[in-house]
């Protein structure tokens, strides 16, 4: 099963810019962001397609925030710009195989947006 390992969450202010990165152990997967606020479920921030890039984005991120890959597709960014308090949660990257469930989870990256 492939591994994957979160990186650059933080404490940042209303409207600053944030990056994740998410280091997979293996490509050919589509892979997607997740979060989870305190008292809330988990739910999709955004995945990109292995077989096309193509990117899909929930309603609540779109304009604001991007998902990238690295060319071997073992790296994926979220670039996080405009932040707002509603954007504080863990963030979550998974993997999963194409169109599948997703499956494959890293530990998480604590993201808060405070002033």
């Known amino acids: 099963q492939v591994h994957l390992v979160e990186s650059g969450g933080g404490l940042v202010q209303p409207g600053d810019s944030l990056k994740l990165i998410c280091s997979a152990s293996?490509?050919?997967?589509?892979m997607g962001w997740f979060r989870q606020a305190p008292g809330k479920e988990r739910e999709l921030v955004a995945y990109?397609?292995?077989?096309?890039?193509?990117?899909t984005y929930a309603d609540s991120v779109k304009g604001r925030f991007k998902i990238s890959r690295d060319i071997a597709g073992r790296m994926v960014f979220l670039q996080m710009d405009r932040l707002a308090s509603e954007d504080t949660a863990v963030y979550y990257c998974?993997?999963?195989?194409?169109?599948?469930?997703?499956?494959?989870w890293g530990q998480g990256t604590q993201v808060t947006v405070s002033s």
């Open positions: 998974s993997a999963r195989p194409r169109d599948g469930p997703w499956h494959a």
């Open positions: 293996e490509a050919l997967y589509d």
């Open positions: 990109i397609r292995w077989r096309d890039g193509t990117t």
